[in-house]
């Protein structure tokens, strides 16, 4: 991995980078109008965690004990779990001490407090390094502690502690590390924090949704969980930033944050959750939905981005049709159509320029294997004889871009879905009121 020290202020540059100065770490609160109702976290434990013990100066036999568990050459037993309390304590609250807040006074940087933070987390995803029983023994017993720990740093008043905390739990959910996810959830839903911090909440559930797609399958083993996350990513998708000045580093900012979000959602499978009481469905946590109005910019403030509703769509496409007996795939692949055809005029407008804002043959390229996904997730349903014919019109057009001969044509891609409407008219089946909104786009 690729460490720097540049990170940027909401509203003022994109976030680049990885472990970061106190500086850089200060960005704006962007306060959610949907969590008005929540008190915010932070400030509520001490600026400067105390550290009972400091490593670097004492303690080298619990220091070595500690690696022997890492290493599984020593089993974790009663008598030595006061050592991973130690560690836990000594790899998280250094985070928040005024002496490395100021690299000036001492040779450890917050670079170095994280990379070696990272250092103690074991992979169980890795299948170069299987982990041993001993091994994956360690990993848990500690683990739940450093994440207790590095909960408390995510509610301390300094950004960059919270920031260098968020980053920690990223990676340790990454390792399969399911309550990780508890903290990173509740970084993203704290009306104080801020879009840098939440960033990387959002990459960290990211990294953990992953193991799941994997194997085609849930990664949450707690179902609860797995409802709260859709629910939380949702709840920010739909939220109204206030006070935003509309500065063009600023909605650059907000939309790179976003599109972290955006990638999250895409990857939790589910198109909705439906549950029938009394022959009476009830449809909740609408994920395909959430995604088709980022995709096609209905009520989605301040206005998506081309890179946003690329994720969207590929999000979409993600979506396993079969968990959902409600969804119907042909009106989403329609909306699909859609921002497909204002996709393919956007490139050809910016064709010609000198200078591209966007990376159009990464898009084309991530657009067609999402596609191809669509497909073969629709071979065995009702919809498939359209599906498959969708997805051969959408992707030529995007196969012109990937190969930069032909300027592909959007008015053909368009005059197909008109002359194929789907056969349905909303995106879950008895609910006429979930569509998107074509007349009524975000305002900035």
């Keep these: 991995m690729k460490w720097c020290n540049a990170f940027f202020l909401l509203g003022l540059a994109l976030v680049t980078a990885l472990p970061v100065s106190r500086m850089a770490a200060q960005a704006p609160a962007q306060k959610l109008q949907t969590q008005k109702q929540r008190a915010t976290r932070i400030g509520t434990t001490p600026e400067n965690l105390k550290i009972a013990k400091d490593w670097d100066k004492e303690g080298k036999d619990e220091q070595k004990e500690f690696e022997r568990m890492r290493k599984g050459d020593s089993l974790v037993t009663e008598e030595n779990k006061a050592i991973l309390d ?33 250092g103690q987390i074991l992979d169980r995803t890795d299948p170069r390094k299987q982990l041993t029983q001993a091994q994956q023994t360690f990993k848990d017993e500690f683990e739940k502690r450093f994440i207790a720990r590095l909960s408390e740093v995510t509610c301390n008043r300094r950004d960059i502690a919270r920031l260098n905390a968020a980053m ?36 960290g559930i990211k990294e953990f949704l992953l193991i799941g797609r994997a194997n085609d399958s849930s990664a949450f083993t707690n179902k609860d969980r797995e409802a709260r ?83 969207a769509a590929i999000g979409v496409c993600q979506l396993r049709s079969k968990l959902c007996d409600e969804y119907q795939v042909d009106y989403a692949a329609d909306q699909i159509g859609r921002f497909l055809v204002e996709f393919l005029s956007s490139y050809n407008g910016e064709k010609d320029k000198e200078v591209k804002t966007e990376p159009w043959k990464i898009h084309a390229a991530r657009l067609i294997q999402a596609l191809d996904e669509l497909k073969t997730d629709t071979e065995r349903s009702n919809f498939k004889v359209y599906m498959a ?56």
């Design 168 to 203: 920690i739990l990223a990676r340790i959910a990454a390792t399969n590390q399911e309550d990780a996810v508890d903290v990173l959830l509740e970084i993203i839903q704290d009306p104080g924090e801020n879009d840098g911090v939440r960033l990387y909440a959002f990459r």
């Design 389 to 444: 014919k969708f997805v051969s019109q959408a992707q030529s057009p995007l196969n012109d871009i990937l190969g930069g001969k032909n300027t592909p044509n959007p008015t053909e891609l368009g005059t197909w879905l008109d002359n194929n409407k789907p056969t349905s008219t909303s995106l879950f089946k008895d609910r006429p009121d979930i569509v998107i909104k074509e007349t009524e786009k975000a305002e900035q």
């Design 86 to 118: 130690q560690a836990a304590i000594w790899y998280a609250y250094r985070l928040t001490q005024d002496i490395y807040q100021d690299t000036a006074n001492t040779s450890k940087t917050m670079h170095e407090l994280v990379k070696q933070a990272f």
């Design 229 to 311: 996350c859709v629910r939380v990513l949702l709840d920010y998708l739909a939220r109204r930033p206030e006070k935003l000045s509309g500065g063009k580093r600023e909605l650059a900012a907000l939309s790179y944050v976003r599109r972290e979000a955006v990638a999250a959602l895409g990857l939790t499978r589910l198109p909705a959750a439906s549950t029938t009481e009394k022959k009476v469905t009830t449809i909740q946590r609408m994920t395909a939905f959430g995604l088709l109005r980022v995709m096609r910019k209905d009520g989605i403030v301040p206005e998506p981005s081309i890179a946003e509703q690329v994720e």
